[in-house]
Nanobody, 111 residues
């Protein structure tokens, strides 16, 4: 059974940090992976992508310089390190691989 399971979300103050994880199971951990978020009342927003060996990464302008995507192929896990968080980063964060999506993890940035 193909599964992507996110974790690491929570409540953090502005300027704080969180690291999201996405554990994959049921299929080969290869190819490109990405993070997508959905803020309350808004549509889906692509955040970041990473390709097979991790050397090629891309970021939305809104998170560039603050977020870092990475992967551990041995652990079949994708990460998103989020620093200098802002209230506008509040959203449900999803990891995805092609047609496969995780269930999402809530990130709330608030004082």
């Amino acid at each position: 059974q193909v599964q992507l399971v996110e974790s690491g979300g929570g409540l953090v103050q502005p300027g704080g940090s969180l690291r999201l994880s996405c554990a994959a199971s049921g299929f080969t951990f290869s190819g490109g992976y990405g993070w997508v978020r959905q803020a309350p009342g808004k549509g889906l927003e692509w955040v970041s992508s990473i390709y097979n060996d991790g050397s090629n990464t891309n970021y939305a302008d809104s998170v560039k310089g603050r977020f870092t995507i990475s992967r551990d192929n041995a652990k079949k896990t994708l990460y998103l390190q989020m620093n200098s968080l802002k209230s506008e980063d509040t959203a449900v964060y999803y990891c995805k691989n092609g047609a496969y999506w995780g269930q999402g993890t809530q990130v709330t940035v608030s004082s």
